[in-house]
C-alpha cells in the first residue's frame, strides 16, 4: 500500500487549501473503504500531532480540537482518494502535513496504530 499526499502550498491568513491523499495498491488491489485515513501534522521544532482520521466506512470523521470546525475530510471512493479541506486557515496551521493508513482499527489517533505512511505536503500560512 502506497500513499501519495499531495495539495500543500503557501496561503495567506484565512484562506483554504485541500489537500489529498491517494492510496494506491500493488497486485490486484485493495480494499479502499476498508482503510482508515488519518491526517497528521508536524510543525517546525513541534512533534506531530494528530489533526483528524476518516475510519472505514461507514463510520464519522474524527478531528482534533483545533481542526474541529475548520477542517473537513472525505473520500472519493473511485479515485482512491481522501482529502483535507482546510478553512480559515491560521499561521499555527503551518506544518508537514501526512496522510497515513490503517486497517488494524476503525479509527485510531494515534500514529502507532498507522502501517503505510505517505511524504508529506508542506503547509505555509503567512499573516
Known amino acids: 500500500v502506497q500513499l501519495q499526499a499531495s495539495g500543500g502550498g503557501l496561503v495567506q491568513s484565512g484562506y483554504s487549501l485541500r489537500l489529498s491523499c491517494r492510496l494506491s495498491?500493488?497486485?490486484?488491489?485493495?480494499?479502499?473503504?476498508?482503510?482508515?485515513v488519518g491526517w497528521f501534522r508536524q510543525a517546525p521544532g513541534k512533534e506531530h500531532e494528530f489533526v483528524a482520521v476518516l475510519p472505514s466506512n461507514p463510520n464519522p470523521a474524527d478531528y482534533a480540537h483545533f481542526a474541529d470546525g475548520r477542517f473537513t475530510v472525505s473520500r472519493d471512493g473511485a479515485m482512491h482518494t481522501v482529502y483535507l479541506r482546510m478553512n480559515s486557515l491560521e499561521p499555527e496551521d503551518t506544518a508537514i502535513y501526512y496522510c497515513?493508513?490503517?486497517?488494524?482499527?476503525?479509527?485510531?489517533?494515534?500514529?502507532?496504530?498507522?502501517?503505510?505512511w505517505g511524504r508529506g505536503t508542506q503547509v505555509t500560512v503567512s499573516s
Open positions: 497515513a493508513a490503517t486497517r488494524r482499527l476503525i479509527r485510531s489517533r494515534a500514529r502507532s496504530n498507522y502501517d503505510f
Open positions: 495498491c500493488a497486485g490486484s488491489g485493495c480494499d479502499f473503504m476498508s482503510y482508515a
